[in-house]
């Protein structure tokens, strides 16, 4: 049975990444996920603020904003409370190369143009056999419309890949007004590949004392439903890699991926919950799946289930919404 699948122009021995996490900061962990058998490692985020701190603008940033909001040095934390300072990030980027033998995929998390360059370039340099940047925003200012938002986000995203040349996907949220032709043009832009989609984390209100409160609820197997969707509307024209990322915690998962276009799949929730073994059951359940199904390989499986067939993807989704909405009796 192969399980090989290409990701960025990376040969992978199977679809199962380990997305963006904790899991990163302990070289043992990341030991026990290799043998349980991921095919690569995204290291946790190196935020746009920890760079900002970094390059001697904490005076600019803290300082000027708290002239015009005297709470703005509570947005964000300290720089010590981030898991990993730039340095230490570079540091323990260099360990894992070092210690694992599956690819390790570092990761840029902001929203504004700034010091990305530099950066995407000293994690080149450090051994990073790819760069995934996470562009997560929330647009909240009323003057600002989708084509500037967009227009930034491309900016950022085509002055990293001129920089470097290890192969940079982009993690996407799911709220553009038009996700395929963004990701057409974040494909024209350079990029080996789209992961899709970044995770909304919604704050929660505390009514007693008055206060927005921070929260971290980890997926489950629903919130694939979105992923899927957008993978088999994405993948019949998309020439760059795919990867779903949330809602990713069975081999049925896996295997719904795959069907609807992906080259790869990131867990994070499941294995924060079940160990480093969960990758391992759900390689078995795949390969099980595969076998019972006559594939020998992973690509007859890709896209199977994708758009690709359909003569008009519109209105077969917007016949699907009238038969679920019409499919309630009371």
């Known amino acids: 049975m192969n399980l090989d699948t290409n990701y960025l122009g990376l040969t992978l021995r199977n679809p199962l990444i380990v997305g963006a996490s904790p899991c990163c900061d302990d070289i043992d962990v990341c030991r026990r996920l290799e043998t349980a058998g991921a095919a690569a490692l995204v290291m946790h985020s190196l935020f746009e603020e920890q760079v900002e701190f970094e390059e001697a603008a904490r005076y600019r940033l803290l300082e000027g904003t708290a002239e015009s909001n005297p709470e703005a040095r509570d947005y964000f934390p300290n720089l010590e409370d981030y898991?990993?300072?730039?340095?230490?990030y570079l540091r323990q980027l260099a360990r894992l190369k070092a210690t694992l033998k599956i690819p390790v995929i570092a990761s840029l998390n902001g929203y504004r143009p700034?010091?990305?360059?530099?950066?995407?370039?000293?994690?080149?340099?450090?051994?990073?056999?790819?760069?995934?940047?996470?562009?997560?925003?929330?647009?909240?200012?009323?003057?600002?419309?989708?084509?500037?938002?967009?227009?930034?986000?491309?900016?950022?995203?085509?002055?990293?890949?001129?920089?470097?040349?290890?192969?940079?996907?982009?993690?996407?949220?799911?709220?553009?007004?038009?996700?395929?032709?963004?990701?057409?043009?974040?494909?024209?832009?350079?990029?080996?590949?789209?992961?899709?989609?970044?995770?909304f984390y919604q704050p929660d209100f505390d009514i007693e004392d008055l206060e927005v409160k921070p929260q971290l609820r980890l997926s489950d197997s629903s919130e694939l439903l979105l992923r899927l969707r957008?993978?088999?509307?994405?993948?019949?024209?998309?020439?760059?890699?795919?990867?779903?990322?949330?809602?990713?915690?069975?081999?049925?998962?896996?295997?719904?991926?795959?069907?609807?276009?992906?080259?790869?799949?990131?867990?994070?929730?499941?294995?924060?919950?079940?160990?480093?073994?969960?990758?391992?059951?759900?390689?078995?359940?795949?390969?099980?799946?595969?076998?019972?199904?006559?594939?020998?390989?992973?690509?007859?499986v890709r896209g199977a289930l994708n758009l690709s067939r359909c003569p008009d993807p519109a209105a077969h989704e917007r016949a699907n919404y009238v038969k679920i909405l019409q499919s309630w009796k009371v």
Not at 83 to 88: A, F, K, N, R, W
Not at 133 to 159: C, K, V
Not at 165 to 189: D, G, N, Q
Not at 283 to 299: P, Q, S, T
């Open 83 to 88: 898991s990993l300072t730039p340095d230490l």
């Open 230 to 300: 957008w993978l088999s509307i994405v993948s019949p024209h998309a020439k760059l890699s795919l990867a779903a990322s949330g809602g990713v915690h069975t081999s049925e998962d896996v295997i719904k991926s795959v069907l609807a276009g992906a080259h790869a799949t990131q867990l994070v929730s499941a294995i924060l919950r079940h160990g480093p073994g969960v990758v391992t059951d759900i390689l078995y359940g795949l390969v099980n799946w595969m076998e019972a199904h006559d594939y020998e390989n992973l690509g007859q």
């Open 114 to 199: 700034g010091g990305w360059v530099d950066h995407a370039r000293r994690i080149e340099a450090t051994g990073a056999d790819a760069l995934e940047l996470n562009l997560y925003s929330l647009p909240t200012d009323p003057d600002t419309d989708a084509d500037t938002i967009e227009s930034d986000q491309l900016f950022i995203i085509r002055g990293v890949i001129e920089s470097v040349t290890i192969p940079v996907s982009v993690k996407l949220s799911p709220w553009h007004t038009a996700p395929a032709h963004f990701i057409r043009e974040v494909e024209l832009c350079g990029a080996k590949g789209v992961v899709l989609f970044n995770r």
